[in-house]
């Protein structure tokens, strides 16, 4: 098109270039026309269609190159035309490949052979060689040119590969990220989030993407870009989330690009490393209570049989508290028996609901006498793992401590709620277990898990760390949660994905499933 304009504007304007159309005057002009159409129709064709088909191609380069050797022939011998032909066999063998693009460049090079034969008919000068040597021109530009453009369609496709490649290994990196157990988090240099997983909302107690870091978290970060060797401390997003520990990696050394911070559920290294002291400790206690277990019982025996024979009220009373604290010293030692006789955790798949149901029925008569029990079984519980013994006696210490103290408030209107759903964040099951006595003190709050505290002295102090330690067995979490009246307990369930995860890393595949559970309950 842009030949055809050009040759147009120098023939119709004062330009003399003194040799356009010289040898046939009316044929030159309307040559040029003719070609222009051509063309115009041609990207007409390519535009609509999207793009040109491959035969059409082909008739539009020969039709291309028979119009130039009509202007070559119009504009007599002695022209330069004959190189523009040099253009078109480029442009051709560049979307025309193999035997077809020489195709064109034999065409050429026939037509100006032939020109030359009319030249030598008419008796005008002609050149032959000239001809030979500009076809052989031809034939060298299209293999050059067919050379060239497979270079380049190589290029692009090694090009195209390795995108492909880098997209597919972006992605499976993605997958991988998004599945892992550790949350993951990639911060620019202007501290906006460009990738986190879904391990990290969770952890962090997002219930979908994370717009901002939490305060602690950016705190955390921004002392590691102060000092690089910066240990960051454990932390809590919120009053139902797990404690976390943040790491901080740069997203390309010795850059300012980013950071990577990953972020562990301490809970799950804190579970590994309790299953290896429980066993050294469970030893341990073992051989202590059967030591202190029959001398206690001889002493309390013995306390009993002195107290029928002595009418002394004085030494009574001294005989019954010997009975007493002979009695909470054997409730202690039966607590740490039930911890150090535990077995191996058997996960088991239970519809909660269903299950946490028929433990309370079957706990009343003995845990829960005089106390109004309510239970609530929301519809969004879903199934969960867990070893049935060892959360049972879970949720009957834990039944337990909420009767106790809510009859040491008010013992005829002695209330417990227990609520079996999911939490909205985690999407984690849970049960939660709230009673109306007097809560727990602030002072408290710190120390309620330990072992062998106890804001009363009748209380051994075991209870709610049992309870927390069967828990942390069976990958479940324990928290208190502050409330407007008494003590709220909840226990977080771990996802099956998670529980199945888990086990797969540990090469521990003792799953039953035991649907609903009531047959098992």
Known sequence: MIITVTLLALYFTDIDM??????DPKMYPMLLALHGALTVVFLAMAFS??????????AFFLLDITLLAGLIYSS???TSLSYLMIVGIAVANSLVSGQKGLLISAWAAICLIFIENRFEVEGHAFNYVNAGTLGIIFFITALVIQSLVKRLHLSVDINRLQADSLLSMEQLTKLVLKRLETGVLVINHDNEIIFQNTSAQRLLGFPGPIRALPDKLQQSLAEHLKFPNYEPSTFKAGPTTAKVQPMFAALMPGTDRGTVIF???????????QRLKQVSLGKLAASIVREIKEPMQGIYQIAREVSLTTANSGDKQR????KDHSLHIERIINNVQNLSNSKATEFEKHSLGFWVTSVV???GPRVLSNTKVELKVSRSALDVYLDDSQIRQAISNLLENAAYYAKAKNAEFARITILVGRNKVSKQSIIEIQDNGYGVGLDDLDHIFEPFYSSENSKSGLGLYLAKQFCEMNMARLDY????????FRITFPTIDQVERQLEKRGEFNLRDKGKALESA
Not at 263 to 273: K, R
Not at 481 to 488: V, Y
């Open 76 to 78: 007599g011998t002695g």
């Open 18 to 23: 003194g040799f356009l159309g010289v040898n």
């Open 319 to 322: 005989q019954d508290r010997i």
């Open 361 to 363: 029925k079957k706990l």
């Open 481 to 488: 949660i502050a409330a407007q009246e008494g003590a709220r």
């Open 263 to 273: 972020i562990e559920d301490t809970n799950v290294v804190y579970q590994q490393a």
């Open 49 to 58: 269609a999207g793009q040109a088909h491959y035969d059409h191609l082909i």
